[in-house]
């Protein structure tokens, strides 16, 4: 079948002359993503007078840093898990028979803007409404007698940043989800039921399963998306929720680094987190895809 | 036909629920914003006045809109001849592209940035100090992914093979064909992944703050920390710009094939 590609069947051997033309691709890639990727990877392993050394590795075990990471995956795992369930109701409820086509339109636009509704005016959108003068905290102090930071409630602590992020994990959430909810296809439904499934096997035994990969994909897909998260903790904590992006940026921000080679092994630990991470998601995409619209 | 039917009780709960947690934030910052300065009482339009008579407001949104149309336009000229090279001639390095373009996922912007402050710490000034020049190198890294996404789903709904030889079979030039028949065919999706990169580059603090830059989300931080009802009132305007960005977005989208592409963009 090689004739009827035009190229080969031209005559000509453009191949060199192609490759050529990616270049500039490969060389900006090396440059600002492979390059500064590397020397994170390399430098997380050198010592601070040369040569090779795990001792920036092994304190990343130590406190503060095992603190820093463990805050970090909580927070991650928690909004994760949180978002993918709440956002999967909503898509649902959205997708569902039975709901007007426009609403489903309008919640998907409306996620398009939300989950790229993060970093520094998210976290002031939550000042202004759940802080410590916001208009929602005031409104139920004044008119409904409750006092949320009096009952231990407070923005400024991990809590406070869990609740924020959940604001752009949901409608990711909800735009991940939604084309795999959507390949669920009606006759599945009608042939279960016909056979006298309960709505409960349904979801056991085909709604579930098909959903799964897609479901788990989306959940590692959120963690990744709260872990690499700085300016939203930033903007609303002031560094003082230890998550591993916080700490890494604290030593940039004006202070003497004493060993450079420890914020590039903090980095090393987030890449290697999404790493893993990684190495779970893409299989599992390749399953979900089978079924999705 | 079948018969239609009512929304169920359960999913008008679940979208109200979810409705009120999003715009409650929203309405609650716009309220915000319009306390007095002086008493935190309402409405007053002090904090807008403020914000829109700040010269560091007008130089900071000038610098990040620069440097959004810098970005891209190094993403267009740097990704459209490659992905297209790769549609005509080179099918069997498209994996490895798309590869590469899942990499700033495990590289994130905080990552990024170590290494990028390492490796061109003592370049000339003129590329480290400058925001046209290191930030706009890293920009363009955080919006390959979705540039990436966006051309390669554009290039798969066109024919580039009948095209590309239609183009040359009228006696078109390399540069003709790719500028005059090619990117007009592929223009939605350009401007698709453009206004993803105009949303990443206008919300984009990780990389701007450690690399200590003065851009419109650091201006955003620096208000908040000095004025509160000032940061309020940015919120807005940062809204109403990703607002406008990803309903451009949408209305592109909806010239183009159904089902390609996505609309996450991140900025965290």
Known sequence: ?293 | MRPKRRIALSAAVWLVLGVAYFLIPLLATFLFSLRSIQTGKCCSLAAYHFVLHNGDFWHTLKVSFLLALETIAISLLLFVPSIYLVHLKLPRLRPVIAFFALIPFVVPPIVLVVGLLNIYRGTPSWFYDKPSGFLAAGYVILAFPYMFFSLDAGFRSIDVHTLTEASQSLGARWPTTLFKVILPNIRTAALAGSFLALAIVLGEFTIANLAQFHTFPIFLEYVNETQPYGAAALTGISFAITWAAMLSLLFIGRKRAAGSGSVIAGVR
């Open chain 1, 1 to 293: 079948m090689e004739t009827l590609r035009p190229d080969v069947a031209s005559g000509r051997r453009r191949f060199p002359l192609a490759w050529l033309g990616t270049l500039p691709f490969f060389a900006y890639t090396f440059a600002f993503l492979f390059l500064p990727a590397g020397n994170v990877l390399i430098g997380a392993f050198k010592g601070v007078h040369g040569g090779w050394t795990f001792s920036n590795i092994t304190t990343l075990f130590h406190q503060p840093y095992r603190n820093a990471y463990e805050t970090s995956i909580e927070v991650s795992l928690t909004t994760a898990v949180l978002g993918a369930a709440l956002g999967f109701g909503l898509a649902y409820a959205a997708i569902r028979d039975g709901t007007p086509r426009w609403i489903r339109s309008l919640l998907t636009t409306f996620s398009g803007v939300a989950a790229n509704f993060g970093g520094i005016p998210l976290a002031f959108a939550f000042i202004a409404t759940i802080g410590t003068i916001g208009v929602a905290t005031q409104f139920l102090k004044n008119q409904l007698h409750i006092d949320i930071y009096g009952q231990g409630f407070s923005l400024f602590t991990k809590t406070g940043v869990e609740v924020v992020y959940l604001y752009f994990q949901v409608p990711l959430m909800l735009l991940v989800i939604a084309p795999a909810i959507g390949g669920l296809k009606r006759e599945w439904r009608e042939a279960s039921s016909n056979l006298g499934a309960s709505s409960w096997q349904f979801w056991r035994y085909i709604g579930g399963p098909v959903l799964m990969p897609s479901l788990l994909g989306a959940v590692i897909l959120l963690f990744g998306n709260a872990f690499a998260a700085y300016a939203t903790a930033y903007a609303l904590t002031s560094g003082a929720v230890n998550l591993v992006p916080i700490v890494i940026g604290a030593y940039y921000s004006g202070n003497v680094l004493n060993n450079p080679h420890l914020a590039q092994a903090l980095a090393f630990g987030m890449f290697f987190v999404l790493a893993v991470m990684m190495m779970i998601y893409v299989p599992l995409q390749r399953r979900a895809a089978r079924w999705a619209k």
